[in-house]
């Protein structure tokens, strides 16, 4: 049977490839192919598709995708953006899609309000003269299953399904049971994505991982290695680790460090998802530069007290100043270490996260400031009439707080600006 797996085009007013690869879909195309299926995959976010002429990356694999303007849907009319459409033409999409003759197609979602995308995906398979099992999986139909089973596709999974009933496939309950991801579609490689576990021991109020995975689930040392191995010999050099909470426990990430060093492998390693400050111990930071973490990025979200108490976040701003200090120490430039940090949050006053700016600028590292988003599931959801206004770019203007997050933005780059010119 040929299964055919989609991650489909991005509809955003802004988007950007930073380290983005639709790590689940890559499980499954392993867990389908061990089952003994055909597939294929049409990844339409893919930067280094054979259909592109010329491909612009920075020095660590990220960049910029190529993109064009589309009208902007009713509910967005009124922000003052571009809308865009990201990733690989309409028509090769369908070129491809004709040409394999799948009889599944499995698409994904990894946002919400990325829907319109799946949107797409299924209009192109309604206008072939091709009828095959429609199955939606992912993220967004896991948060918005509800919303996701109105798409017209035969059947929504949820993250957490351990059967795809249609195809007799069990997917495991135990990470340790999963194959490596399934990186064979993809012809050539500037990284690639894996996760030593999913979910997170925390559950901080603003936050998805809580809901998609129920908990921390991670996969033996030992193997994440081997997979590290049979990646780096491919020639594979740089890592981006998906993981929520890579430094917890400690011991593990240790164990990891070493088994890494122990095998000579000498890959680039990045943590889009944020470190946790506390766990940014004189040991992990060692370890972190010695096996090659690049940029490290920390989770910090504020430096405000008294909101870091009410949303029971993971964190003080004494542990941030320290470990900036345990980086610094080991080696890491200032300019090259980022601090996350979120604007726009219920409870969250602008002047609260322009002083969190500044704080973070006194310590010399650079922000990176996250525009808060109602994520549906999660306490801080709010009743809104379109998941597209869910968007981290959009609802700080449904809320009407366009100007005040222009100005935390400005602030931002003025203190990243100055971190790089040693001020
Ligand atoms: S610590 Fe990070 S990953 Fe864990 S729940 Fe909080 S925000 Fe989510």
Same mark, same amino acid.
């Given at each position: ?57 920075? /020095?660590?694999? /990220? ?5 064009? *303007? ?7 009319? #009124? ?9 690989? %033409?309409? #028509? ?31 209009? !192109?398979?309604? $206008?072939?003269?091709? *009828? ?33 009933? *249609? ?12 194959? %490596?991801? #399934? ?19 925390? $559950?901080?109020?603003?936050?998805? @991982? ?26 594979? /050099? ?9 430094? !917890? ?23 889009? +998802? ?30 405000? %007290? ?5 949303? +029971? ?42 002083? @969190? ?17 109602? !994520? ?40 990243? #600006? ?6």
């Amino acid at each position: 049977m040929k299964i055919l797996l989609i991650n489909p085009p991005i509809y955003d007013f802004a988007a950007y490839d930073f380290w983005m690869k639709p790590l689940g879909l890559l499980y499954l195309s392993s867990i389908l192919k061990e089952k003994g299926y055909e597939v294929s995959l049409i990844d339409a976010t893919y930067r280094q598709d054979s259909f592109y002429t010329y491909v612009k990356s920075d /020095r660590f694999g /990220r960049g910029k995708f190529n993109a064009e *303007e589309v009208k902007k849907p009713g509910v967005l009319k #009124d922000i003052p953006r571009r809308y865009r459409r990201y990733g690989l %033409p309409r #028509d090769v999409i369908k070129k491809r899609l004709k040409d394999f003759t799948p009889e599944v197609v499995m698409v994904t979602c990894a946002m919400t309000y990325w829907y319109p995308g799946v949107v797409e995906i299924k209009e !192109i398979v309604d $206008s072939l003269d091709i *009828e095959p099992l429609l199955l939606l999986g992912g993220i967004y139909p896991t948060l918005l299953s509800e919303h996701a089973k109105l798409l017209g596709f035969d059947r929504v999974h949820k993250i957490s399904d351990n059967r795809i009933s *249609e195809l007799d496939v069990e997917i495991p309950g135990d990470f340790n049971l999963y194959p %490596p991801p #399934d990186y064979s579609h993809y012809e050539k490689l500037e990284y690639v994505v894996i996760a030593t576990s999913l979910g997170c021991p925390f $559950s901080c109020p603003y936050c998805a @991982s809580p809901n998609l995975y129920g908990g921390k689930k991670e996969k033996e040392v030992g193997q994440v290695v081997e997979e590290i191995g049979f990646l780096y010999k491919k020639g594979i /050099r740089r890592f981006a680790l998906y993981d929520d909470a890579l430094l !917890i426990p400690e011991e593990r990430f240790l164990a990891l460090c070493y088994g890494i060093r122990k095998s000579g492998f000498s890959p680039d390693f990045f943590t889009p +998802n944020g470190l946790h400050c506390r766990f940014l111990t004189k040991s992990v930071t060692k370890a972190m530069q010695e096996v090659g973490f690049r940029e490290p990025r920390i989770s910090l979200e504020t430096t405000d %007290p008294k909101l870091q108490k009410r949303l +029971n976040l993971k964190t003080t701003y004494e542990e941030f100043v320290q470990a900036v200090d345990n980086l610094t120490r080991v080696g890491y430039r200032k300019n090259h270490i980022y601090a996350y940090l979120l604007a726009g949050l219920p409870l969250q006053s602008y002047r609260s996260v322009m002083k @969190s700016i500044l704080d973070v600028g006194k310590v010399g590292v650079k922000v990176s400031l996250g525009e808060f988003s109602p !994520i549906p599931g999660t306490p801080m959801e709010q009743s809104l009439s379109d998941p597209l206004l869910t968007n981290n770019s959009v609802y700080y203007h449904y809320v009407g707080e366009a100007k005040e997050m222009e100005c935390a933005k400005k602030l931002t780059k003025w203190v990243n #600006d100055g971190v790089d010119l040693g001020i």
